[in-house]
């Protein structure tokens, strides 16, 4: 089974509440997102402990075993982008196709005792990047390779609302196509 690739440009959830999960990316200081990001790890790693984290709920949608493979790279990547965002001046991020990663790195197969560890320490080290962004850090700008622009505060939550989305897509029933 395959997934169609999601073509959508997300950046809209900084500035308007995302209507299937909630998520408002003004409601939360920003000197929170490292206790958001350790809150939402310890969530995935309950999630791939569920029996059913290998299942697709339906053909067209990730099993929760794939969205955990999928958070742990967006911790990875962000972490990365933060860090560039820190260390240089407007950088422009390298591509990340996160579909394509999604095959090469057979998310579906992956062990998910493993993921969940990964995915732990992935969130302990981006969440320990934001906690020490300091005031003036929160500035700085970096742009994504389609061109959209982020200052590190932006992207921050821009980043938060990925991973929370993902958790209430593996805890709505999405058995109907």
């Known amino acids: 089974m395959t997934i169609t690739p999601d073509g959508k440009d997300w950046t809209w959830v900084l500035n308007e509440r995302c209507p299937e999960c909630g998520f408002e990316s003004w409601a939360f200081p920003r000197e929170q997102i490292g206790v958001l990001v350790r809150t939402n790890a310890a969530q995935w790693c309950e999630v791939l402990r569920r029996s059913d ?3 697709r709920p339906n053909p067209a949608t990730w099993s929760p075993l794939e969205y955990a493979c999928h958070v742990r790279d967006v911790y990875r990547k962000y972490d990365e982008r933060l860090r560039l965002m820190l260390e240089a001046h407007d950088p422009l991020y390298p591509n990340w196709d996160q579909d394509v990663t999604a ?11 493993v993921v969940a560890d990964e995915l732990a320490a992935a969130g302990d ?13 929160w500035d700085r700008p970096g742009r994504r390779s389609d061109g959209a622009s982020f200052t590190v505060e932006s992207i921050g939550r821009y980043f938060v609302h990925d991973w929370i989305h993902h958790i209430w897509d593996v805890s709505r029933d999405q058995t109907a196509t």
Do not use: C, K, T, W
């Open 53 to 55: 984290v290998r299942e």
């Open 103 to 113: 095959l090469e790195a057979r998310y579906d197969q992956q062990d998910p005792a």
């Open 125 to 137: 080290a981006v969440a320990n990047a934001f906690d020490g962004v300091s005031d003036d850090g």
